[in-house]
């Protein structure tokens, strides 16, 4: 049994579940219990508040754990990165007062900063001969500067809209962040085995995110023209109908080259034109 430590509320805990549902791990999310078995693979899913998984999988608490990179590099706990997993994707930036004007990073000198992620700021000011003020807050860091408690924050950023609230405006991007799935460096064997299992499954899942499968029926003599502008991942296949003088391309396409491709193949005489989601993608 593997366990797998996982946030218990908020975008990251979403995203993860998700993840797990559509890799075919069906387990139950009830917030009121920590610990709990997947019906159908060998996982238990252990949930925790997202600064407490760095720690639980580096004592061996949990065996895995999907936490954000900004946590991941806060605790500079001593785990494994297994493999990003590319969403819950946000930044972590140093904002001041819309109305300062901002010369560069020698602006924060002397200044105080409000955070939440002391240790990645003061690794950050020191690499770049800066010294602050840290002061360290948790919750609502984005209003620190209007109540007159700091100059600056420095916190997650996403889409930027707390920050237009607030009144203040990113100037330096630290570091970009995503969810990681992390490992405990001592893993059995067995335990070993069933992460490649889920490793797989994760690729899988990967692999077919923003991809379309396409079948059409396609006039024989027009179906070397066809492949010709099919981007696919492989070859794609083709096959004879009972109709005389037709065939069958069955292809999968990405979605940011889809239409485009979809309106040559009706210029080419391609007709019965389907396209279909691709859940899962075997590699």
Known sequence: MLRIAVQSKGRLFEDTMALLSEAGIKVSSSK????????????????????????????GVADVGIVGHNEFAERAEDADIVRPLGFSKCRLSLAIPKAVDYPGLSWFAGKKIATSYPGILKNYLKQNGVEADIHVITGSVEIAPGIGLADAIFD???SG??????????????MQSEALLIGHKGLSEEKRAILDELL?????????????????????????????????????????????GWSSVHTVLDEKCFWHIITRLKELGAQGILVLPVEKMIL
Request: hydrophobic fraction near 45%; avoid cysteine; proline fraction near 7%.
């Open 156 to 158: 997650i950023v996403s």
């Open 200 to 244: 797989f499954r994760i690729e899988a899942v990967k692999s077919a995110e923003d991809k379309k499968y396409v079948l059409m029926n396609v006039p024989t003599d027009k179906v070397a023209d066809v492949v010709a502008v099919l981007p696919g991942a492989k070859s794609p296949t083709v096959m004879p109908l009972a109709q005389e």
């Open 161 to 174: 809209s707390t920050l237009v609230s607030n009144n203040l405006k990113e100037v330096e991007v630290v």
């Open 32 to 59: 009121r219990t920590l610990l709990v078995q997947s019906s159908n693979f060998p996982v238990e899913v252990l949930y925790l508040r997202d600064d407490d998984i760095p720690q639980s999988v580096a004592t």
